[in-house]
């Protein structure tokens, strides 16, 4: 009997079957609430079965419900709390017997999927204290009749879905204390009878869309303490009156459109510990009065239009620990007692104009763990500048005017992971002392006038992900310990004086994506080794003076998107299988010594006159080069009649498995083969008609290069306009081989077919002919998730937010996935590869050619298919798929996301016992590239960092589902929820 029926039944049996005389007058009202309340519960969903157990200890001898869990009553025995929180309940409020609770005094439904609108009903709750409906499904509007619980102390909407603007009688709750409606998607301006909630101590408002400017009616919450009306589109001023909220703990404005000055008597919130007014409009000086908020901690004004000097006075602020004044037009020095309060953490005062000398207090701040002053006209000696921070993380002083050496002293932050001095006037050599920072991740040195030779003890920073020591004097051979780099992702010793050979030890860096060593004095041979990268997508050698000829091995990089070989003296012919670099993008070739054919490729084919001018003898049908002479002619007949003649042997093999498949299974005539049918579509809402296969055929030119976006082990994708003017992506798959094409084809289209979920790829529609077969999908303008995180600004672009959503939809789409189709299916292949992006940023998971399609009562053992590293543990020894598989994999994905990289390294030390038990989590956790997350976004990544950990669990019954995963993202629920889980066996880690 399932739940809801078994509490159906028990309403009946309670409501019917049980003797009025057994009643007493006192208990009248509560038996009718027994009623009342059950009939309500038999409308909701209880996944979890928790209502189930809670209502059967009690049946049948139970009139009331004064004894069950999560609910308390009065003397008379009628109902007062009722607590229903994180019970995963679904299902709404339209049946709730709001009349029958008069008594009732607190409500929470919070952190479930109730959903649907708020009855206006609820305002006959007319002892409503206490009322929590946050983190639902929630939609619509919020009532007018909320203005008629006159008792009401705390309100919270939270995390909901409402919409329209908020009723002006929200303004008649005269007692309460603390309104929530954060995070929901309210319109209209903020009500100025807002201002008759005198009692108020807590307004969260923020993330919504909120327009107008901020009632003056505000500054008469005499006892506000914590106002919150971030990300919204709120404009106009900030009001003097937020000047009168004297115990004013916590006011934060920030991304907002905002102008006009910050208030000048803003000191008068001496109770302000948090002030966070960034990603604004704002304009004029910061206020001298400023000095005046003695329990300031953290001062946010980056990214406005702020103009003048920092005030001397902030360094007297004996308790600020957070400085963020970023990316405005400030000019000046900085204040000279700055620090002087010994608690100073982060500091950001990057892309200004300020001058002078750092204060002195600043070198012997030792509680510093991130400063960023780039982008301003700082100068001073660097050596005498800067102390020792033992707790330093991240500094970046690049773009300035700095002189002097950098001291052996920096060696001793042992805690750093970036260290940029990039821009500036720094001399002398590189200290050996900074290969001690086993931490770093980042070290920018560039455009400085550094001499001497590269320390060799920098191949012990084996965390290392990019060394930038470009645009300097370095000299010397490239030290081969490099190599040891493991993680390096870039590495720039262009613009220097470099000299021997490079080494081939750099060809172990197969983590590479940009390597430029040009504009030196490297000689010898390219080191073949070099064709190992490949993950490499910037390629720069020229100006040098390489010899020799152009490794064949460099044909390998198949990410290779730019190569510079230019000004070396190169020799011999250009590789033909450079013909195989379909995601070649441009190319240098020019001033060396080579000759022949070149390869036909878009990159080579298309160049410039410039890009391979200077040779000697380069010739083909580029339209700088002249066509090839019967000099030519041996190796024209190797090139031209060779692949002819596989081409046929392949071709007729095709044509003789094609021709047997037409017979032995589709039957066609030769009549209809010459003429290929529509084929099948499962939308045409952006077709007009049915689309036929020599459409596909004409949009791609016959499946030219020139439109391939992408190649995988299953096919080749292309990028094709149709006639309708809609982009649309289509896949062509592999001839090669009967059983495999047919397997992979067949794969995708059984698995898209069951598919209709807004985080998987659409299926538009598939051919399956003897010439070509293929899928066409919708087009995801951004590409894959991992070109994106491979690329330095686009990754600078995928903000935290936008991180946790493409987390989430993967989530989700796996869900629907595993949960929500039948029979279910697994991917087996979830990498950041095969997660595309639309131009929101929202994902969907793609390349199905993997997927498995379960059957319940079968064992449903299978060969090993995924991507190395990706792929669940258990494979590799039972063989047996099950949809934990494709749990592994998201936590993985997931990991990667948040690392911004593979995180092979962090997979391993989240994964220690030790360290797990005693909560102690990695430091480089999180992308470089970015901000570190605060505030919520920092419970939010927290959150889907402790579920990555639970999905990688190498026993897959201690993973969760990912309707789990799924509903907690969703839910984003706290720690506490995650331990509540993990003791229910759901995460064990």
Known sequence: MGASTFQKFLLITLVVFVSPSKFVASATVSTDEVGALLQWISSLQDPQSNLTSWFSQHFPNETSTCTWSAISCNSANSVTTINLTKLGLLGTLNEFPFSSFPNLEHFDLSMNSIFGTIPTEISKLSKLVYLDLSTNRLNGSVPASFGNLSSLAYLNLGRNFLTSSIPSEIGNLSKLVELYLNTNNLTGQIPQTFGNLRKLKVLYMFENIFVGSIPLEIGKLAFLRSLSLHKNNISGSIPDSICDLRHLTSLELYRNNLSGQIPENIGSLKSLVVLNACENQLTGPIP????????????YIRDNKLSGSIPEVIGDLMNLAVIRVARNNLTGHLPQNLCKGGVLVNFTANGNRLIGRMPENLRNCTTLYRVRLDGNQFTGNISEDFGVYPNLDYIKLSDNNFYGEISEKWGKSLQLTNLEIAGNNITGSIPPEIGNLSQLHLLNLSSNHLVGTIPVGLGKLTSLIQLILNDNQLSGAIPQELGSLTDLELLDLSENNLSQSIP???????????????????????????????????????????????????????????MN???????????????????????????????????????????????????????????????CSKTHGKMKLVYLVFPPVV??????????????????????????????????????????????????????????????????????????????????????????????????FLNEVMALTEIRHRNVVKLYGFCSHSRHSFLVYEYLGRGSLFSILCNEEAAKQLDWSKRVNIIKGVADGLSYMHSDVSPPIVHRDITSKNILLDAEYEACISDFGTAKLLEIDASNWTAVAGTFGYVAPELAYTLKVTAKCDVYSFGVLALEVMNGKYPSDLIRSLLSPAAIREGNLPEDVWDGRLEPPMGKTLEELVTVLMLSVACLHPNPQFRPTMYDVSQIITMQISQTDLDKYKTQSVFVI
């Open 647 to 744: 081409g046929v042997l392949v071709l007729l093999f095709c044509g003789v498995f094609f021709t047997y498949r037409k017979k032995k299974r589709c039957q066609q005539t030769d009549e209809e083969a010459m003429q290929p049918k529509e084929f099948e579509l499962r939308s045409v809402s952006i077709f007009e008609g049915k689309l036929l296969y020599e459409e596909i055929v004409k949009a791609t030119e016959d499946f030219n290069d020139a439109y391939c976006i992408g190649k995988g082990g299953v096919g080749t994708v292309y990028k094709a306009k149709l006639p309708s003017d809609e982009l649309v992506a289509v896949k062509k798959l592999h001839c090669d081989g009967v059983r495999s094409f047919e397997k992979e």
């Open 504 to 562: 081939s030890s750099l060809g172990n860096l197969v983590k590479m994506h940009y390597l430029n060593l040009s504009n030196n004095k490297l000689s010898h041979a390219t080191p073949s080794k070099l064709g190992q990268l490949k993950q490499l997508s910037v390629l720069d050698l020229s100006h040098n003076s390489l010899s020799q000829e152009i490794p064949t091995e460099l044909s390998n990089l198949e990410s290779l998107l730019t």
């Open 288 to 299: 001298m009065s400023i000095g005046n908020l003695s329990k300031l901690q953290v001062l």
């Open 565 to 627: 070989l230019s000004h070396n003296n190169l020799s011999g012919v250009v590789p033909k299988t450079f013909d195989h670099l379909r995601g070649l993008e441009f190319v240098d070739i020019s001033y060396n010594r080579l000759s022949g054919l070149i390869p036909e490729n878009k990159a080579f084919q298309e160049a410039p006159i410039e890009a391979l001018q200077g040779n000697q003898g380069l010739c083909g049908n580029a339209t700088a080069l002249q066509p």
